[in-house]
Nanobody, 124 residues
Framework: VQLQASGGGLVQPGGSLRLSCAAS????????IGWFRQAPGKEREGISY????????YYVDSVKGRFTISRDNAKNTVYLQMNRLKPEDTAVYYC??????????????????WGQGTQVTVSS
């Protein structure tokens, strides 16, 4: 099983990025995908997840209205569209997969598989 996160980069405040999480040997029909981030000097935090079995998307307040999670079934890939980025969004972003039978949340302990992280830097 492999999760490949990509799409990070340097962007100015107010700009946009789209992160991708491509899943290999893992069906998104049976796993939820969560997005997490870790800013310098801070603990990793969950920011969003997509539960395909219930068609549920969830966002923490700090990204709600700016970030959108979506899925491309044909590519077995989940995306995180990030708009109106702020300097405080600067972090390494990770995607992770949790089995749907576990009940989905942003509890990192339920996520079995993790991608390698992609750096997002928001700076002028």
């Amino acid at each position: 099983v492999q999760l490949q996160a990509s799409g990070g980069g340097l962007v100015q405040p107010g700009g946009s990025l789209r992160l991708s999480c491509a899943a290999s040997r893992l069906s998104l029909d049976f796993y939820a995908i969560g997005w997490f981030r870790q800013a310098p000097g801070k603990e990793r935090e969950g920011i969003s997840y997509f539960d395909s079995s219930h068609s549920i998307t969830y966002y923490v307040d700090s990204v709600k209205g700016r970030f959108t999670i979506s899925r491309d079934n044909a590519k077995n890939t989940v995306y995180l569209q990030m708009n109106r980025l702020k300097p405080e969004d600067t972090a390494v972003y990770y995607c992770a997969a949790a089995p749907l039978v576990a009940g989905v949340s942003l509890d990192q302990n339920i996520y079995n598989f993790w991608g390698q992280g992609t750096q997002v830097t928001v700076s002028s």
